[in-house]
């Protein structure tokens, strides 16, 4: 049966140096998508037609090819036979018009041959009469082509009646399935769910129902909504308002994880009608839907709980539900437990009923209108630390022996709920707010309303083993879930296409509201070195827009990445320096204010920020050139006396890639900014709006230098003449602090992007971070080691080993003093710690001086005192991996990793045990985190990401892939981000032919679905990138000195 991708991709529609197409955008995404639901009425009258009459086989009529053409999910065995007719058809219909027309020019003497064997013009008669017969043939040809109910065959016109089957897939039960898209008829919508869930941890399995009250927008015999692996023992219809419900005709198709609904009679427009619904179904073994959990108590005794995470595709697993974003409704949900155990999901609890047999019921109060995806319900044995602020309950959820872990949350999310809705003007709706932290958990946290699930890593914090970088990732992870309780929940993007609209503005306030309220836990360093790794995703043909068309689950799971949070953020902070603070937050309240409690597309909040700008500058304009294309500009900045000339182009790393449009196609809308000095005056920063290809800008008198993208603030790269980029490295060299730390890390990033792709010399380069023996700042020391490690681990991924000492040396060189002044001790600021944490970590883990023996001498220190001397938090992972280098260190390491609480001590010994060179060690780690026995599943792509870093592991973590790349994809979902995470950090440092081949012929092995899949493309293209850029550069790194 060919599938609904087949026919879409027919008709057009597609779906770090481990660091992201340029494939040209023909028309933007959204149209595209809009016009396979909208502007095809042949296809939206064919699956939804109702026709007033139940959709019995034998009453369907055929239609002409001109709609059947264009329905999702027809058969190619069907289409081949009608095309054939059609094809012998039109054969025929040539053949005797062609024989006509021979007959008539042998009757009609309409040329006649002169005697000099030439022929003369034809009579006005002849003409005419040609001309007659012409049109009345094509008009008989057009009319017997285009009439319905025929099927042409050499006896003639026959009529046939078609079947269902001729255009609808077929259900589990053989018969037609009345929808054949992805997506959902918009015919019938809900307005209320009441869901009843009975979920039992003994024999992991759940009972269910459900009752939807819906509404009809469209008359029609049939309602198609989702179901996923559910049994479904029982379903009704009934008018609301009556007490009568009639059974009804039950479909499935797996395919779509859709089921129709058959109405005894017409279904009218503007009534409102309840289907009900009785199922069953296993707790699932995966981290999506209703899943069970396993965890020790505080005997080491195993217990059970069971969780929800339903974003994006998964509601349907666990209740029967019209399972889109945008069919908003509300839910009464109510939860059958075991009396020792609580249940919790997105409202209050209103009542407790007992039943037989020993259980009890909650039911919970009605929610607002939402979205699916946003259901939450959780039963275990939890136990909860719970404060109050302005009338608000905000409770902090853990397992029982980790409560003690729970109150610096209950802290950091009192203190962001009350400025969320100071900035946004909107007062939190709910009248409690939960945060659970999960035992075992895929994502790291899930925005759901009024019950945000957590990974414990991402919650709970540790006075005696968190770091500080620790308690900054828990304040990130719950500043961006509940800006989501208002970005995402209270307003939510229409379809997945715009999941940016959710997790953009998310990662944009998770960052804003922390350098607000929490500004000895915020460093820019952070985000800026995420933004510059997104650019080289973003760089990269396998790349896509932000706002970009899609019409599989698995192309909606790959949504989930870098580019949707950090690019989104990072086009949201460009726009609010460009517009000012003011102007931004009061088009963000009107946006919500406007949209509250319904479904938004990207050009609903381009609308809002033009209501505040008044269109003196067209936001919509100027920001879809950001959404609608892949990619990002490269500015070409050229000065010459007191003018500036300026020219973009899309950067791209290869031109000669296949696919890939020319970089001059692209156009953007960027608001360039640039500070100047004219070497005694520091003038300020300025502004340009770069619109066209090219223009110029006047310079307000002479200058020595010019820098632009000021702050990093821009999401564009920056190429200067010779002559501008002698300036800036003279400049760095004499006076490093004239450029502020982010604009001296932006340089760095820039000029070694530019390096790789030949606009300016490797060795350029090199001579510009030659100024950081001066440098004392984070970012640009981090950026710097970031460029340089990408290097060295290609090299020594080839083993190059006389380059890769070269490398080190020069690294030793630019960080060799600056290693010697860091201490194995808690002090200094966040930012310093973190610089602290990376220049300790690259010197153990080459051996540079004396880091790898004061590492394993505190190691010995903390082991032989049986864990009562407490380690350095924010060293103390340093310390784990130098004791893990010895097989008696690697062995306490895993005994501890077995018996402690604190997870973030926890997750530091893993990264320790997964650093070992040892690769049977590193084999049952992986082996042991995928079957989740002794290590959860969770930690998998961090055992694979850290073993793949050293050379010992990173073949062998690549090989466990292809070994294990069945159960992979069971366990995490074809499309998901955790699956996009081990396929690149398992393949980013390769950088040979072979391994290309390698990687190349086991993913078209599979399928060629997963040939296709995005990330395995940009693992594909890294590899063909990293060639490129050893075959451009091998030469000069032979030359370091």
Not at 101 to 109: F, Y
Not at 874 to 895: P, R
């Amino acid at each position: 049966m060919q599938t609904v991708l087949q026919l879409a991709s027919k008709l057009g529609f597609s779906g770090p140096l481990c660091p992201g197409e340029c494939d040209r955008i023909l028309l933007p995404r959204n149209m595209i998508e809009n016009s396979i639901f909208e502007e095809e009425p042949d296809v939206v009258d064919l699956a939804k037609e109702p026709c007033l009459h139940p959709l019995e086989p034998d009453e369907v009529e055929y239609e002409p090819r001109s709609s059947r053409l264009l329905v999702r999910g027809l058969g190619d065995h069907e289409m081949d036979e009608d095309e054939e007719d059609y094809e012998s058809s039109a054969k025929l219909l040539g053949m005797s018009f062609m024989n006509r027309s021979t007959g008539l020019r042998n009757n009609i003497a309409g040329y006649r041959q002169s005697s000099d064997g030439s022929c003369s013009a034809p009579s006005v008669r002849t003409t005419v009469i040609c001309a007659v017969v012409l049109v009345i043939a094509v008009s008989v040809i057009m009319a017997i082509y285009l009439l319905p109910k025929c099927t042409f065959t050499k006896e003639g016109c026959h009529k046939k009646n078609h079947t269902m089957e001729d255009i609808y897939p077929l259900a589990t039960n053989g018969k037609p399935f009345p929808w054949a898209d992805f997506r959902l008829p918009g015919d019938v919508v809900p307005v209320h769910y009441d869901v009843v869930l009975q979920p039992d941890l003994t024999t992991l399995m759940f009972s269910g129902s459900v009752r939807i009250t819906v509404i009809v927008r469209q008359v029609t015999w049939h309602i198609i909504l989702h179901s996923s692996k559910l049994n479904i023992t029982k379903a009704t219809l009934s008018s609301s308002g009556s007490s009568q419900s009639k059974p009804v005709e039950l479909r499935e198709y797996p395919l779509n994880d859709q089921i129709a609904i058959f109405a005894p009679e017409a279904l009218l427009t503007g009534q409102k009608y309840n289907i009900s619904m009785e199922y069953f179904a296993n707790l699932s073994d995966t981290y999506s839907g209703f899943y069970r959990i396993a965890y020790d108590n505080e005997s080491s005794t195993e217990r059970w709980l069971a969780a929800t995470q339903f974003e994006p595709l998964s509601a349907r697993s666990a209740f029967p539900c019209f399972d889109e974003p945008a069919f908003k409704a509300t839910f009464q949900i109510s939860v059958k437990r075991e009396k020792q155990l609580s249940a919790l999901s997105n409202m209050q609890k209103k009542a407790t009923k007992p039943l037989a047999d020993g259980l009890v019921q909650d039911e919970f109060y009605t929610s607002l209108n939402m979205s699916t995806y946003l259901v939450a319900i959780i039963v275990g044995n939890l136990a909860n630390f719970t404060k109050e602020t302005s009338g608000i309950l905000v409770s902090v959820y853990s397992v029982p022996q980790k409560l003690q872990q729970t109150e610096y949350a209950s802290d950091t999310a009192t203190k962001l709920l009350q400025f969320y809705q100071k900035y946004f003007n909107i007062t939190y709706p709910l009248q409690k707010l939960d945060l659970v932290a999960l035992p075992d958990f895929q994502a790291g946290a899930m925005e759901n309303w009024g019950l945000i699930t957590f990974r414990e890593t991402a919650l709970l914090h540790d006075n005696k083993t968190s770091s500080a970088m620790d308690k900054k990732r828990v304040t990130a992870v719950i500043a961006h879930e509940l800006a989501h309780q208002w970005f995402g929940n209270l307003v939510t993007m229409e379809w997945w296409n715009d999941l940016w609209l959710n997790e953009g503005f998310a990662t944009f306030m998770e960052n804003f509201a922390m350098k607000e309220i929490f500004p000895e836990l915020y460093a820019d360093d952070s985000f800026l070195n995420l933004q510059f790794k997104t650019m080289e995703k973003d760089a990269m043909n396998s790349s896509h827009p932000i706002s970009l068309a899609v019409q599989s689950s698995t192309e909606i799971e790959q949504m989930f990445d870098a580019v949707s949070y950090i690019k989104g953020a990072s086009l949201l902070l460009m726009l609010k320096n460009f517009l000012h603070n003011d102007v931004f937050q009061t088009g963000v309240q009107i946006y919500l204010h406007d949209h509250s409690y319904r479904s938004t597309r990207s050009d609903d909040l381009w609308d809002s920020m033009n209501k505040v700008t008044n269109k003196t500058v067209d936001i919509k304009k100027l920001m879809t050139t950001w959404t609608l294309q892949k990619g990002f500009p490269l500015v070409t900045v050229k000065r010459k006396g007191k003018q500036i000339y300026l020219q973009q182009e899309k950067f791209v790393h290869n031109v000669e890639l296949e696919n890939q449009t020319l970089p001059s196609s692209y156009l953007w809308s960027i608001p360039l900014s640039y500070t100047i000095s004219n070497g005694t005056s520091f003038f300020g920063s300025y502004t340009h709006l770069l619109d066209q290809k090219s223009d110029f800008i006047d310079l307000p008198g002479e200058t020595e230098w010019v820098k632009f993208n000021v702050d990093s603030n821009g999401y564009y790269i920056v190429q200067y003449d010779e002559g501008g980029w002698t300036a800036l490295i003279e400049l760095l060299k004499k006076e490093p602090t004239a450029l502020s730390s982010r604009d001296r890390a932006n340089l760095i990033h820039n000029i070694f992007n530019l390096a790789g792709v030949g606009k300016v010399s490797l060795a350029k380069a090199f001579d510009l971070i030659d100024y950081l023996v001066k440098e004392n700042s984070t970012s640009p020391i981090l950026q710097a080691l970031y460029q340089m490690s990408r290097i060295f681990n290609l090299v020594e991924k080839r083993r190059m080993h006389y380059l890769s000492a070269k490398v080190l040396h020069k690294m030793l060189t630019l960080f060799g003093d600056k290693i010697k002044q860091q201490r194995w001790t808690n002090d200094g600021t966040l930012s310093e710690q973190e610089l602290k944490s990376s220049l300790l970590t690259f010197a153990c883990s080459h051996n540079l001086g004396d880091c790898s023996t004061v590492a394993a001498k505190l190691f010995n220190e903390w082991k032989d005192l049986n864990d009562s001397k407490s380690l350095p938090t924010d060293v103390m992972k340093i310390i784990f991996t130098a004791g893990a280098k010895t097989e008696i260190g690697w062995n306490f390491l895993l005994s501890m990793y077995t018996s402690l609480v604190s997870e973030p001590e926890k997750l530091k010994i893993l990264e320790a045990l997964a650093s070992t060179d040892d690769v049977r060690k590193l084999s049952w780690l992986m082996q042991a985190s995928l079957e989740g026995s002794s290590i959860r599943s969770q930690d998998l792509p961090t055992v694979i990401r850290v073993a793949s870093q050293n050379l010992p592991g990173h073949l062998l973590a690549w090989d466990f892939v292809k070994e294990n790349w069945g159960q992979l994809i069971r366990k995490f979902h074809h499309g998901s981000y955790t699956l996009q995470n081990i396929v690149i950090t398992t393949t980013c440092q390769f950088s040979t032919q072979e391994h290309l081949l390698e990687v190349q012929t086991f993913f078209e092995s599979k399928s060629e679905e997963t040939a296709q899949l995005r990330f395995v493309r940009e693992a594909i293209e890294t590899i063909q990138l990293n060639i490129q850029w050893m075959e451009k550069n091998l030469e000069m790194l032979e030359k370091l000195q």
